[in-house]
């Protein structure tokens, strides 16, 4: 069992290093991380229904997708996450109850009293602390989890406060559970990386072959080549997304009410309506063929919309506040 030693705190890159090692290891392998706040989304999700747009942009948080299924989390340095990869036989390879045994000892070790609950969670007092999910590659299984020790809590509730109004689709949606840090039920107070500590402690005993190992300067470099071509790219994070329609309703004093309605497939936008009692100069169908085809991201629809004067389409209304009625 390799424990690889982890530091870096760049979810792209972190994302990035467990398919690497999942795909280029033989050994099995352990490993301890954390990501700076970000969102992370499973890699069935319809990432805009899963975030607060608003808060995201605003706090200028990055949005990753990763390879597992499963449900949205939101991430800061307070959120220990630990990651096994191993060979397994086919029968085998799902099995959520046998890679967080582990993270139970260690809690129990500590007074804790923790449990598995349902089909991937790990709860306190009936509030999760560890939602956990798996991908399968070949005859390889990785699981990984997360583990709520002292994460900023209010983050992660505006983080994750998505309008589900907005879309219709038919993407897996997150549930929100009712939610607690671990450092909350500690007899006596100890922080992340202690208890990062106590985790490898307790891998090396039970893997009597455990081995500490480094990423060498290849792999980091091969780990970058993958951010850039996938783990960092809009086409990865928010055009992977299913199909969705999306609805918004949008009022500003000058220019009224304003409903915007999109189809978008693979994160392009095939067709969209605006309808409103907004008054304008030119017709506002040029508006909707510029935007057809392209991506549904601030950026392309900024790009798309250069040619034009907002004003003489939607009279009164500003760039930003176009934006905001399609996100």
Do not use: C
Not at 5 to 30: C, G, I, M, Q, W
Not at 119 to 146: C, P, Q, Y
Not at 189 to 218: G, N, R, S
């Amino acid at each position: 069992m390799l424990i690889i030693k982890r530091h870096n705190t760049d979810p792209y890159f972190n994302l990035a290093t467990e398919e690497y090692v999942l795909k280029n290891f033989d050994d099995d392998s352990f490993m301890l991380w954390r990501n700076a706040p970000s969102i992370i989304v499973g890699k069935h999700q319809n990432t805009l229904a899963e975030i607060n747009v608003d808060y995201v942009k605003h706090h200028n948080i990055p949005v990753v997708r990763r390879l597992s299924g499963g449900g949205a989390v939101f991430h800061d340095l307070g959120n220990l996450n630990f990651t096994f990869i191993q060979k397994g036989t086919e029968e085998s390879l799902i099995d959520f109850r046998k890679y967080t045994l582990p993270i139970l000892e260690v809690l129990q070790k500590m007074g804790i009293s923790a449990r598995f609950e349902g089909r991937n969670d790990l709860t306190i007092d009936g509030m999760k602390f560890s939602g956990n999910a798996e991908h399968i590659w070949k005859n390889r299984v990785l699981h990984h989890g997360t583990l709520l020790f002292s994460s900023h809590m209010p983050d992660l509730a505006a983080a994750l406060n998505a309008d589900p109004l907005k879309f219709t689709d038919k993407a897996v949606k997150s549930v929100r559970s009712r939610v607690t840090n671990i450092s909350e039920h500690l007899n006596h107070p100890i922080d992340v990386m202690q208890f990062a500590a106590l985790i490898q402690e307790h891998i090396t005993e039970m893997y009597p072959d455990a081995k500490l190992v480094d990423l060498t300067d290849e792999d980091h470099e091969k780990i970058y080549e993958l951010v850039r071509n996938k783990y960092n790219t809009w086409e990865w994070n928010f055009g992977y997304s299913p199909n969705y329609n999306f609805k918004k309703v949008v009022r500003t004093e000058k220019s009224g009410t304003i409903e915007f309605d999109l189809d978008v497939h693979n994160g392009i936008i095939q067709h969209i309506k605006i309808f409103g009692d907004y008054f304008s100069k030119f017709d506002t169908d040029e508006i909707e063929t510029a935007l057809t085809g392209t991506g549904h991201n601030e950026d392309a629809i900024v790009e798309a919309l250069k040619p034009f004067n907002i004003d003489y389409y939607f009279a009164g209304m500003k760039m930003e506040e176009l934006l905001g009625g399609m996100f």
